[in-house]
Every structure is written in C-alpha cells, then in structure tokens.
C-alpha cells in the first residue's frame, strides 16, 4: 500500500482562484519568503512568464510544479 502523501489540492482558500498567480501569493500560499521565490525564478526553478518587467506564475503551471515537489519529498 502506498503511504507517500498526496499534494494537497490547491483550489482551496489558500491560494487565489485567477490564471496568474503574483509571487507574493506564492511566497504566503508556500509560508516562505518572496526573497526565495526570486530566487527560484532566476535559477529557473519555478515556471513564471514576464510581462515587462512584471512576473506572473501561472497557476496550472505552479499546480503541477507543487504536486511534483510533494511527490518527490523535498
């Protein structure tokens, strides 16, 4: 019997429901710092698009991003 955890889903209240998630609300939904956020989008880590000099992750993106993060554990 498998035991891992599954990811939560995130089409709770923790996470806004809109297309493009800031990395602000990343940064709350994941209780980290928006500095480490910056840094995983500039180490390409974390799937973002830029609009000028804005940067928006997209939720379907960050969905599957998460759930792997959860299944692999770190």
Known sequence: ?????????LTNSHLPQKAHLT????????????R???E??????LP????GRVIRIPR????SW???LRQSGN
């Open 23 to 34: 990395p602000a609300e990343v940064a709350r939904f994941l209780g980290i710092s928006i």
């Open 40 to 45: 995983w989008i500039s180490e390409d880590s």
């Open 36 to 38: 480490q956020i910056y």
């Open 60 to 63: 379907d993106e960050f969905e």
């Open 48 to 51: 973002f698009i830029r609009l």
């Open 66 to 68: 998460y759930a792997a």
């Open 1 to 9: 019997m498998d035991t891992e955890p599954m990811a939560p889903a």
